[in-house]
């Protein structure tokens, strides 16, 4: 999927101690007000844990339904893409608000610079973690170790603007700095973000990964964790199974490993994956099964990010009174 190219005015209102984030209970700008008679009636906020200095709803709204991010193939990249317009993307938020999410989670998008003033001014307050990539940054960068690095950082810079509560390495980054023996680099990235004044978060796919940040005990203030592996080589594939799978490779014995990790860790994990893009989605019953296996598997800090497509049903309200009914 094309993305836009930088433009120049990155922001610079940046908070320059970490201690004053640490005690921070700052929430996101709630935007504009709207009157009371347009506001429709809010559910009770869903089960919250901590995430930094805030309190973030135990099932996060994620966003690659939003972006076209499938995890099936091209076409149903572009049915996304053409269903979700500013105003669908702003009435989502609105729902999830409404049914008692409080918190969303989105690769950084260049769009969000025309997207966010819409959602703040419709009189959405949802907090913001943002996923940060150099190549969501400019996907014309190099993929060394160091341009990574130098990109996410620059990508997290210019995430600032909408305010975020969180900002996270995006796994397929961290997974490459592992595989190339560059994993310390991390800590310049923490650093970065924390002189933002923002919490810091590392994503992976795997659990081995999960594991070495955990043994190294980096300043990370938050994980987020894939229950599938999908960042393997070919060669991983030979080793493990013998065979390359077709697609990105979703097997059944991946969620075990990644559950396992996530609770010998002792900060919050943020996990996805738990629908696997959709494929466990063939009926409500396959869809709670995979939600109350996610949330009896994971520690009682961590919270869940589920994407949603409510394109042909209210998944809104269904996949809330689910995680409602769960957690009860």
Same mark, same amino acid.
């Given at each position: ?10 922001? /610079? ?9 640490? *005690? ?18 809010? &559910? ?18 994620? &966003? ?5 991010? &499938? ?5 149903? +990249? ?8 500013? !105003? ?6 609105? +729902? ?12 950084? /998008? ?27 940054? +400019? ?21 600032? !603007? ?28 923490? !650093? ?10 590392? &994503? ?61 860790? /002792? ?19 396959? *869809? ?41």
């Amino acid at each position: 999927m094309a993305r836009k190219t930088p433009e120049s005015g990155e922001s /610079n209102r940046i908070e320059s101690s970490r201690r004053d984030f640490l *005690k921070s209970a700052t929430t996101v700008a709630a935007g504009l007000v709207v009157p009371k008679a347009l506001q429709a009636e809010t &559910s009770d906020l869903l089960p919250t844990v901590s995430l930094g200095s805030h309190r973030v709803s135990r099932m996060i709204v994620g &966003s690659n339904p939003v972006y076209g991010y &499938s995890h099936f193939n091209r076409q149903y +990249d572009q049915h996304m893409l053409e269903w979700f317009t500013d !105003e669908r993307i702003v009435k989502l938020l609105l +729902d999830c608000e409404k049914a008692g999410i409080n918190t969303w989670q989105a690769s950084f /998008n260049w769009d969000m610079k025309r997207q966010f003033p819409k959602i703040r001014g419709a009189g959405c307050k949802i907090q913001f973690i943002c996923l940060a990539a150099s190549w969501h940054f +400019d996907e014309k960068m190099g993929r060394t170790p160091e341009d990574i690095l130098k990109g996410t950082i620059q990508c997290a810079k210019a995430a600032a !603007e909408f305010k975020p509560i969180g900002i996270a390495f995006h796994g397929g980054a961290t997974d490459a700095l592992y595989r190339a023996g560059k994993i310390d680099l991390l800590k310049t990235y923490i !650093e970065s973000v924390h002189d933002l004044g923002i919490a810091a978060g590392i &994503s992976t796919h795997n659990p081995k990964i999960l594991d070495t940040l955990h043994e190294k005990g980096f300043a990370n203030d938050f994980y987020m964790t894939g229950l599938h592996y999908l960042t393997r080589h070919p060669e991983d594939w030979m080793k493990e199974i013998g065979a390359h799978p077709l697609d990105e490779g979703w097997i059944d014995s991946d969620p075990p490993k990644m559950v396992e990790a996530v609770r010998r860790v /002792n900060k919050p994990a943020l996990v996805y994956k738990v629908l696997a893009a959709g494929r466990k989605c063939g009926s409500e019953e396959q *869809k709670r099964q995979a939600i109350e296996w996610a949330y009896k598997n994971i520690k009682p800090i961590d919270a869940t990010i589920i994407g949603l497509y409510p394109r042909y049903s209210d998944q809104v309200t269904e996949t809330t009174k689910m995680v409602r009914e769960i957690l009860a």
